[in-house]
């Protein structure tokens, strides 16, 4: 079965051979086919190295969210062939990409995967409070939006590859980010931190509100804001926390996890135009819109400043006893005010 990020994306795997890492990771049967699960790594294979890691299609419907992860492997591509800047940072950090971590959504324009489990519900939750109902996650009915998968089952096929994968390329190294692109909330676009099963600051605050002073200061002119992403809503099994509270049980603050999660604000957009994709890559051009080529240029400076901060995270985490503190004490005046 294919479809066009799919095509574009195994086209794009075909062109790289020795350059990167690839594997398919997973094949999902749905409708007497098979939807395979692709992973790509560039660079260092030190499992410390600094690692940038780029997610999309969870969330089926929401395309371009894998063609913003498409569009940045296809730059990387094409850069470690001549660049060598982008070759002498992968020679001590590493970038990798899930672009397609739900395939048969993505071809069914479906926001759950084959079972009509909503992926970033699947995972088991970090925590007994109650979310949003029904938004929050539920598992009454597959027919019903926002399912969880059936009380007590394994993770969907999809979310365990997922996790393997971070388990694998990620969560070993000293310091990671990992991009997981959406969209479809409000009409900004939001850069979404832990946690999302409680409005209460997770641990690392402090380097999120350094690590968005730095994204100030080198781009003052981005388009982002940064936030909790239980300011958005809450939810129960969401798949970041899952992991983030994995990695802070085995690491401690030895090493530092940032899961973020770009939403990308389509709500004046992504109706307009669910299907008409793909217009700024290459031969697979149905319909070369300004918009879409502008939304697949848009985030590769932060996809870009996210290698850089991963490379150099003296500059946001890590600090001393004192620095922490202060930064901890401004993140949480600048986030939660006077909700604390
Ligand atoms: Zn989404």
Redesign the pocket.
């Known amino acids: 079965m294919s479809f066009p990020e799919l095509a574009f994306l195994e086209n794009l795997l075909e062109g790289l051979g020795s350059a990167a890492r690839t594997e398919k990771v997973a094949s999902i049967p749905f409708g007497g086919e098979i939807f395979p699960i692709y992973t790509v790594a560039f660079g260092s294979t030190d499992p410390e190295a600094p690692t940038l890691a780029i997610v999309g299609g969870?969330?089926g419907q929401?395309k371009i969210g894998a063609q913003v992860a498409l569009s940045y492997l296809e730059s990387l591509s094409e850069l470690v062939r001549w660049d060598k800047l982008t070759n002498l940072a992968l020679e001590r950090s590493r970038v990798v990409f899930m672009p397609i971590v739900n395939p048969v959504g993505t071809r069914l324009l479906r926001r759950g995967n084959g079972n009509r489990v909503d992926l970033?519900r699947n995972a088991p939750a970090v925590s007994p409070i109650p979310a949003a109902f029904l938004l929050g996650g539920q598992r009454i009915s597959p027919y019903m939006p926002w399912y969880q998968g059936p009380p007590g089952a394994p993770m969907e096929v999809e979310s365990q590859a997922l996790c393997d994968f971070m388990r694998k390329e990620v969560l070993s190294s000293r310091c990671s980010i990992a991009v997981d692109c959406?969209s479809?909330y409000g009409n900004i676009d939001r850069l979404w931190f832990p946690y999302s099963h409680t409005v209460k600051p997770y641990p690392d605050l402090g380097e999120a509100y350094a690590l968005n002073n730095l994204l100030d200061s080198t781009y003052p002119n981005h388009v982002y804001r940064m936030e909790p992403s239980s300011q958005g809503y809450t939810i129960s099994g969401d798949l970041w926390d899952y992991l983030y509270e994995e990695h802070r049980k085995l690491h401690g603050r030895e090493k530092r996890f940032f899961p973020v999660t770009l939403e990308m604000g389509s709500w004046t957009w992504l109706k307009k135009n669910p299907v008409q994709i793909l217009s700024a890559m290459g031969a697979f051009n149905p319909m070369n819109t300004h918009r879409h080529r502008r939304i697949l240029r848009r985030h590769m400076t932060l996809l870009d400043f996210f290698h850089r901060a991963v490379m150099a995270p003296e500059a946001w985490a890590f600090a001393e006893e004192d620095t922490a503190k202060e930064l901890r004490g401004a993140a949480e005046n600048y986030w939660f005010g006077d909700d604390l």
């Open positions: 969870v969330h929401e970033m959406h479809g």
